[in-house]
């Protein structure tokens, strides 16, 4: 089975614009989560979503949206971008069937805000 | 609200040695709890989980963690300690009982010493 995978690995943006990444878990899973990684702050956790409907939002400012589509992929924006926002931003996801289930990890998206 | 500690920003020990990595949660219900290791410029692999059972936990390459309920803790060992053991360590928790995301700490940079 592909693993979960990130698009695109790496951005540079500027302060002010705006970002859209995208998250296409592994096949059969229906939960994706997605989570900011600082070095000072860890994993930070954002959004998660099971079958189209977000379950649980991170307490993250209104500039961080997301959603998920009905083949599971997720994509994941951030408006007004500051640079702040400068994080490894890292997808999982999981099949979800009881809560205890591991979650499987992207490779991530480095995005740098200048 | 749940959380999770990781008390040591920094483990180093020799190789051959026993390594502990240490974590400490707090739930309102029962957990499920986790282990993940991040290698250099790479996601967060599963290591192991404790759901229900037997407090001893085995997971991938030789690691296993011991739940202890009384003191809220699920320290990461093993054995003898190997250089390519030299990562980032995350512990994660998520409440069995509520709706919740899955929490995680903020890391512990293991270094073994050859």
């Known amino acids: 089975k592909a693993g979960v995978t990130q698009t695109p690995r790496y951005l540079i943006k500027t302060r002010g614009q705006q970002v859209t990444l995208s998250c296409s878990p592994i096949?059969?899973?229906?939960?994706v989560s997605w989570y900011q990684q600082t070095p000072g702050q860890g994993l930070q956790f954002l959004f998660e979503y099971f079958s189209e409907t977000q379950r649980n939002k991170g307490n993250f400012p209104g500039r961080f949206s997301g959603r998920q589509f009905s083949n599971s992929r997720s994509e994941m924006n951030v408006s007004t971008l500051e640079l702040g926002d400068s994080a490894l931003y890292l997808c999982?996801?999981?099949?979800?069937?009881?809560?205890?289930?591991?979650?499987?990890f992207g490779p991530g998206t480095r995005l740098t805000v200048l | 609200a749940q959380s999770v500690a990781q008390p040591e920003d920094q483990v180093n020990v020799a190789e051959g040695n026993p390594l502990t990595v240490k974590c400490t949660y707090s739930?309102?219900?029962?957990?499920?709890l986790f282990w993940y290791v991040q290698y250099p410029n790479r996601g967060l692999q599963f290591l192991l989980k404790y759901i229900t059972g037997d407090n001893l936990v085995k997971g991938s390459y030789g690691f296993e963690a011991e739940f202890n309920k009384s003191q809220t803790s699920f320290h990461l060992k093993k054995p003898s300690a190997l250089v390519s053991d030299s990562a980032l360590y995350f512990c994660a928790v998520r409440d069995m009982s509520g709706n919740t995301p899955l929490v995680f700490g903020k890391g512990t940079r293991l270094s073994v010493i050859a």
């Open positions: 739930v309102s219900g029962n957990p499920y």
């Open positions: 999982a996801s999981s099949q979800q069937t009881v809560r205890g289930d591991e979650q499987f």
């Open positions: 096949s059969g899973h229906r939960s």
